[in-house]
């Protein structure tokens, strides 16, 4: 059995990215602000004052790793806790167990729950009195944003720590590290990666140690069925197939790129806004969601600026559900810079803003009397419609009478800006304003 042959058998027990797996701080890569000498996370370690706490941060970014590190060098016992297989049953176990452990060898038990955004409520809960008596030391780790995953009450009693994804040099270093070791890595094969192929396993990763580790170890096997010892760029794309961007549509991630792409329209940025929409399309954001949000957008920040504005957001849509991806991705796109590009008004943002904040303040008030239909002899003698006045019986079809309840006598809301289409609108309603006026006099 040669080299490969050895490794081939290694590996399908143990995938290289568990291997490769840093025992101490030392060879942890990344997360200088946390973890780096002198910082938080290091001193907790060091002085052995290990607390709770949760990871946030992307995939790959040394959650998991950083868990075990600290169980291993606060020589503390390391119990995983599944947030797909596991429950209140289970944890009740775990406390059990944790409580002879430390009354009998003075042993603290660390619970390391992966994904702690998948618990629900009554699951949370059940940690809160274990966490807060220090039967056990809670470290969650995310993906999510835990301010809107992790329950108040337990988040107050854990600290938060915020991993970045790894930088390129990290990444490259790990890779490095992997091809050297002879014990846990790839060293015993003697491969080499070109520098144009290594470069192309950085840019796959985007900051995630595990993709990267993943893509060389499969690109070590194609060598081998090559009968090669240098991986080049062709191996490094058969391996990686296709880049997985990172994004969750339900998760904090979603929210960030549709507010990126909001923004950059708002502040008439059709670079910024195409580069936006491309990230949600070409990770598989549904494009209707996105057409949605155009109509919304060009109601809300273009309006009445730029009327054709909502005509093409809606035409977007129809062109999505006409023919779908990937052929309405430019139908997106011209609609993107056509909003970027448009003239720009909030004006009816804030009037219907108002309008919702009168008609919950004041409620239910009575339609006046003189604009009310009468279909009805009883209503007509009720007085409904009486002293109607019908706009076209007057000059320029314009009329002064009143439109609004009582109370609201006279209010304006809808106050057009000078931008735009809305410059005509705003002039026009001057001159209406005036003629009224001076027919009063």
């Not at 790793?65 to 297989?85: G, P, Q």
């Not at 090559?226 to 991630?253: F, H």
Request: charged content about 30%; some cysteine.
């Amino acid at each position: 059995m040669d080299l490969f042959e050895q490794e081939k058998e290694t590996l399908e027990g143990t995938p290289l990215a568990e291997r490769m797996r840093p025992k101490s701080l030392d060879e942890f890569e990344g997360q200088d602000e946390i973890a780096g000498p002198g910082k938080p996370l290091e001193l907790a370690i060091k002085e052995d004052n290990v607390t709770s706490m949760i990871f946030w941060g992307p995939p790959g970014s040394g959650k998991t790793t950083l868990a075990k590190i600290i169980a291993e060098s606060t020589k503390c016992d390391f119990v995983k806790f599944s947030a797909v297989t596991s429950g209140v049953p289970e944890l009740r176990k775990i406390v059990d167990e944790a409580k002879s452990r430390r009354k009998f060898n003075q042993v603290r038990t660390i619970l390391f729950v992966d994904e702690i955004h998948r618990f629900n409520k009554a699951q949370q809960d059940a940690f809160l009195p274990h966490v807060e008596d220090g039967t056990i030391i809670l470290i969650g780790a995310t993906t999510e944003n835990p301010s809107f995953e992790v329950i108040s009450p337990l988040l107050s009693r854990v600290r938060v720590y915020v991993l970045e994804k790894l930088k390129p040099e990290n990444i490259e270093r790990i890779l490095k590290r992997a091809l050297t070791d002879k014990e846990r890595g790839l060293g015993r094969l003697g491969v080499e990666v070109q520098e144009n192929a290594m470069n192309a396993i950085v840019d796959f990763a985007d900051g995630d140690a595990r993709i990267a580790l993943n893509i060389i170890e499969v690109a070590s096997f194609l060598a081998q069925s090559e009968m090669k010892r240098t991986i080049n760029i062709e191996m490094i794309l058969k391996a990686a197939q296709e880049k997985t961007y990172l994004y969750d549509k339900s998760g904090e991630e979603h929210y960030n790129l549709i507010s990126a792409l909001h923004k950059s329209l708002r502040d008439s940025d059709p670079d910024g806004a195409l580069y936006w929409l491309g990230r949600m399309l070409e990770a598989g954001e549904d494009p209707l969601y996105i057409a949605r949000r155009l109509i919304r957008f060009a109601s809300e920040d273009v309006g009445n600026a730029d009327p054709n504005a909502l005509e093409i957001a809606v035409a977007a849509m129809q062109a999505c559900h006409f023919v779908g991806m990937p052929e309405c991705d430019l139908a997106l796109a011209q609609a993107v810079t056509y909003l970027a590009a448009s003239p720009k008004s909030n004006s009816l943002y804030v009037a219907y803003g108002e309008v919702k904040s009168d008609v919950r303040k004041y409620g239910a008030m009575p339609v006046p009397l003189h604009i009310r239909n009468a279909p009805t002899g009883l209503m007509k003698k009720l007085g409904y419609g009486k002293g109607y006045k019908y706009a076209h019986n007057f000059p320029g079809h314009i009329v002064s009478q009143e439109h609004l309840p009582e109370k609201l006598r006279g209010k304006k809301y809808y106050r057009p800006r000078e931008e735009g289409f809305e410059k005509i609108i705003s002039r026009r309603l001057r001159a209406w304003r005036k003629e009224l006026e001076e027919r009063k006099e």
